[in-house]
């Protein structure tokens, strides 16, 4: 079992940068690859980025460029850096993990759910 807690979502202004985090706690936080999806009102939660236990990282094709992954093992803490945000970034952001060593673009692969943070992003 792994716990997750997102942080970081707040009201900004288009065009600003956020960085949100998600602490671990549970299990040894280096064995678990650990994504961030999204999920705007009226619409399906939405793939944005995953970091593999090894670090390969992938990425929304549309968000490539506007978004960083990093994790720090020693933090037990994953982190979404999200620059030139748009009103369409709106959305509460969920952290997920899983202990395979694969990766997915897909929610239904992960085992483990924060409960979310909101970002909304104001023109």
């Known amino acids: 079992q792994v716990q997750l807690v997102e942080s970081g979502g707040e009201l900004v202004q288009v065009g600003g940068s956020l960085t949100l985090s998600c602490a671990a706690s549970?299990?040894?936080?280096?064995?678990?690859?650990m994504a961030w999806f999204r999920q705007a009102p009226g619409k399906e939660r939405e793939f944005v980025s995953v970091?593999?236990?090894?670090?390969?990282?992938y990425y929304a094709d549309s968000l490539r460029g506007r978004f960083t992954i990093s994790r720090d093992n020693a933090k037990n803490t994953v982190y979404l850096q999200m620059n030139s945000l748009k009103p369409e970034d709106t959305a509460v952001y969920y952290c997920?993990?899983?202990?395979?060593?694969?990766?997915?673009?897909?929610?239904?692969?992960?085992?483990?759910w924060g409960q979310g943070t909101q970002v909304t992003v104001s023109s």
């Open positions: 970091i593999s236990r090894s670090g390969v990282r």
């Open positions: 549970g299990r040894t936080f280096r064995d678990y690859g």
């Open positions: 997920a993990a899983d202990s395979s060593s694969a990766t997915s673009r897909s929610p239904h692969f992960y085992n483990y």
